[in-house]
């Protein structure tokens, strides 16, 4: 089940730190429109660099680009590297903790986005 979206903007930073449940499904979106201008993406890319998570259901529409990822336990490294229309490739990357369901964690972001 896709039950929370979260979007990090480009321009902001290279890297977001996210926290997740295990076993969720969630879908993680790069709005990438604020970063390109006029630009177009013509490939988007996601990578797990390190850890135990699967990604599914890649789009890349408008200057959004999106995975859903779910894992276990553990922290992970993901990244999105995009080309643009005029040939630039530029990636952002994402540290995902997975935190134990049964274990509360005072590092658990309750769906408020707060980083660790």
């Keep these: 089940m896709n039950i929370v979206k979260r979007t990090f903007n480009p321009l902001l930073a290279k890297i977001f ?3 997740q449940s295990e076993n969720a499904l969630l879908k993680y979106s790069g709005n990438w429109k604020p970063a390109i ?3 177009t993406i013509s490939t988007s890319a996601w ?3 390190d850890g135990t998570v699967t990604l599914s259901s890649e789009a890349n529409s ?5 995975v859903h990822i779910t894992g276990s336990v553990g922290e ?3 990244t ?8 630039q490739i530029d990636e952002r990357i994402i540290k995902l903790k997975i935190i ?3 274990i509360p964690s005072i590092d658990d972001d309750y769906g ?3 980083r660790w």
């Design 62 to 66: 408008a200057g959004i680009t999106s």
């Design 76 to 78: 992970s490294t993901i």
């Design 17 to 19: 730190r996210f926290s």
């Design 37 to 39: 201008g006029a630009l």
């Design 112 to 114: 408020l986005g707060r």
């Design 100 to 102: 134990d369901n049964d």
């Design 47 to 49: 990578t797990v660099e």
């Design 80 to 87: 999105n590297k995009v080309t643009l229309s005029d040939g």
